[in-house]
């Protein structure tokens, strides 16, 4: 079975500062891989996706990520953060037997962004 | 673009009580829903498919009689937690994908249930 892991609990960015936060999975084969952020009282926001193709994958607000097969690795960047993007990221993979809709998810970062 | 709605976005019940929870997609039809529960800084778990018209697919390990999934029509899917004990307090999420085909979930906001 598929599963993903965040090793980052939180991280605390300076507003501005670029970011990188890291996700392995664990899969026998290419999996879907994606990128979720969940702000206070609000419901899940996809990030960005990736199913095969190019490795390095354009999202919303300025996100991107790279799929590393080599290092089971899809984490996720963002060059100048803002305050707006303090948030809680989940990782989220899902194989290609069951398809995307069976989702596994990491346990979250929590991004904190400080003045 | 879709939008899932859930209600209550939150609820505190007496135990043993039963408390229901809606998820609605709002500007498409969803055939398949999904229903999650996040514990407290853990990840979300997938407890089961909402099939409309037909029977929910429950994860394993997940108490069917306990969780009752209703997916009566194309826009909304409903979780019964029955006969609810403290450690039911959670936070529920639904999500669906539109028949469109695209390989996207739309999440909804979560109900958090807390049972005293």
């Known amino acids: 079975a598929q599963s993903v892991t965040q090793p980052d609990i939180h991280i605390t960015v300076s507003e501005g500062a670029s970011l990188e936060l890291r996700c392995n999975y664990s899969?026998?084969?290419?999996?879907?891989l994606f990128w979720y952020v969940q702000s206070p009282g609000q419901g899940l926001q996809l990030l960005l996706k990736?199913?095969?193709?190019?490795?390095l994958v354009q999202g919303i607000k300025g996100f991107e990520a790279e799929f590393k097969r080599s290092q089971s690795s899809f984490n996720l960047r963002k060059p100048s953060v803002h305050w707006s993007d303090a948030a809680e990221y989940f990782c989220?993979?899902?194989?290609?037997?069951?398809?995307?809709?069976?989702?596994?998810f990491g346990t979250g970062t929590r991004l904190l962004v400080s003045p | 673009g879709a939008v899932v709605s859930q209600h209550p976005s939150w609820v505190i019940c007496k135990s043993g009580t039963s408390v229901k929870i809606e998820c609605r997609s709002l500007?498409?039809?969803?055939?398949?829903m999904f229903w999650y529960r996040q514990f407290p800084k853990q990840s979300l778990m997938l407890m089961a498919t909402?099939?409309?018209?037909?029977?929910?697919?429950?994860e394993q390990g997940v108490e069917k009689d306990k969780f009752l999934i209703n997916h009566a029509s194309l826009t909304l899917s409903t979780l019964t937690v029955t006969s609810a004990h403290p450690e039911d307090s959670s936070f529920y999420i639904c999500?669906?994908?539109?028949?469109?085909?695209?390989?996207?979930?739309?999440f909804g906001a979560g109900s958090r249930l807390t049972v005293l």
């Open positions: 899969y026998g084969a290419t999996p879907y």
């Open positions: 990736y199913f095969s193709g190019d490795t």
């Open positions: 909402s099939n409309e018209g037909s029977k929910a697919t429950y």
């Open positions: 500007d498409f039809q969803a055939t398949t």
């Open positions: 989220a993979v899902a194989n290609t037997l069951t398809g995307f809709q069976k989702l596994v």
């Open positions: 999500s669906a994908r539109t028949d469109s085909g695209a390989n996207v979930l739309t």
